[in-house]
């Protein structure tokens, strides 16, 4: 590992001479490298089929032992688990609508139920709304509190006390949120791969 680090040194210290690639590349390039290095094991890329096989057939023994259990991370939506099975570690899902459509609400409700009920730890990223907005949405979510009343703070007592009541849950609740404005694809790579270096994420929102 001592070694991997001063070759890793060594190749950082000649990107910096690299004057072809802008800075950010450079910075990219260097935490790519240290990230590598950080990993206990060295990722082995080749398999052979017969490994994979014998994996398989462990993975579908146990499925066949319990069956009907979500074999990723549940979505809390019974119709949608049913069809993708929970939410795969290292699969993409587009959400895909006109504007107005819901598309922020259903994103804050797999938030809210990955991280409430499965347990999951969530980081969502939002690039048009700002924190206080998003949390503010799940807050009504949650509360069953009026969105508009919530946003005006036109609130009877009664709303307090679910608002109150929808505080402590939210706030056991692991999701994580960076509302950094404009922020760049790599950027957004960069923190995602720290946040899943710090704790491993169910669902990463974007």
């Known amino acids: 590992l001592r070694r991997r680090l001063i070759k890793a040194s060594q190749n950082i210290t000649s990107l910096g001479f690299d004057e072809a690639k802008s800075l950010q590349e450079l910075i990219e390039e260097a935490e790519a490298t240290l990230f590598e290095v950080s990993q206990k094991h060295v990722k082995q890329d080749i398999v052979s089929l017969e490994t994979i096989l014998g994996d398989s057939f462990d993975r579908l023994d ?13 979505t809390g939506f019974k119709d949608l688990d049913g069809i993708l099975a929970g939410l795969q570690r290292s699969d993409l899902f587009i959400l895909a609508a006109r504007p107005s459509m819901g598309k922020t609400a259903l994103a804050l409700n797999l938030a809210h139920n ?27 979510m949650e509360s069953g509190v009026d969105a508009w009343a919530l946003r005006t703070g036109n609130l009877s007592d009664q709303d307090f006390e679910l608002i109150a009541q929808a505080m402590g849950t939210l706030s056991e609740a692991q ?4 509302d950094t404005p404009g922020i760049t694809v790599s950027d957004l790579r960069t923190k995602a791969r720290r946040e899943m270096h710090q704790r491993p994420l169910g669902l990463i929102i974007v």
């Open 175 to 178: 999701i994580y949120i960076d």
């Open 114 to 140: 990955v991280a409430t009920k499965a347990g999951e730890p969530v980081l969502v990223f939002s690039l048009e709304m700002s924190k206080e907005q998003l949390v503010d949405r799940m807050l009504a």
């Open 62 to 74: 146990e499925l066949h032992k319990d069956k009907g259990k979500i074999r990723g991370v549940p």
